[in-house]
Structure formats: structure tokens, C-alpha cells
């Protein structure tokens, strides 16, 4: 395997790994799972630095999928259940 790294505009440095002398020796299947983990890996690095500031934006944006996100408000309703949507938040 060939590393090596380089510099990408905005002065990111990236590395990359050359595996042209092993993918002839893999199965095809192996080969397409290597590129799949690979095209992931690079994507990841790529796209996943995202600042503070905007991560508290976005994560501020997401819908709350867990139970502390709805509250008891003592409403019947015709399926009887208690909780509902916190819609104000």
C-alpha cells in the first residue's frame, strides 16, 4: 500500500492510500465493499468538520426523537394516551 498526502484548496491536507497492486488480488466483492468503506471513509473526513457554532444550529434543528421530548399535559384524548407533542419548543 502507497500513501501519501496533499494539499487541497483552502489549505486541507488530505491522505490517500493506493491500492492498485491489491485490488487484482481481491474477489470483486471484496473490491466493491473496500470502495464502498473507502468512498465513506472520504466523505466523512470531508463533509462531517462542520464548525461549532453551526453544529449547535443544526442539532437545535433536528426533531427530538427521544422521551424527554414530549410532555405530560394531562389532555384526554380518544386514544388515551397522556403524552403529547411538545409543539412550543
Known amino acids: 500500500m502507497l500513501l501519501g498526502s496533499g ?4 489549505g486541507y491536507k ?8 491489491l485490488l487484482p488480488l ?3 466483492h471484496y473490491v466493491q ?3 464502498q468503506y473507502l468512498g465513506k ?6 463533509f462531517w468538520k462542520i464548525p461549532m457554532q453551526t453544529k ?4 437545535n434543528k433536528l426533531p ?3 422521551a424527554c421530548a414530549y410532555t405530560n399535559t ?3 384524548s380518544e386514544t388515551d394516551t397522556l403524552l403529547k407533542r411538545n409543539q412550543d419548543a
Do not use: N
Request: with cysteine.
Open 56 to 59: 449547535r444550529y443544526l442539532l
Open 14 to 21: 488530505s491522505s490517500y492510500a493506493s491500492f492498485r497492486f
Open 64 to 66: 427530538l426523537k427521544f
Open 33 to 35: 465493499c473496500l470502495l
Open 26 to 28: 481481491l474477489k470483486s
Open 41 to 46: 471513509y472520504a466523505f466523512m473526513q470531508r
Open 74 to 76: 394531562q389532555e384526554s
Open 7 to 10: 494539499t487541497l484548496l483552502g
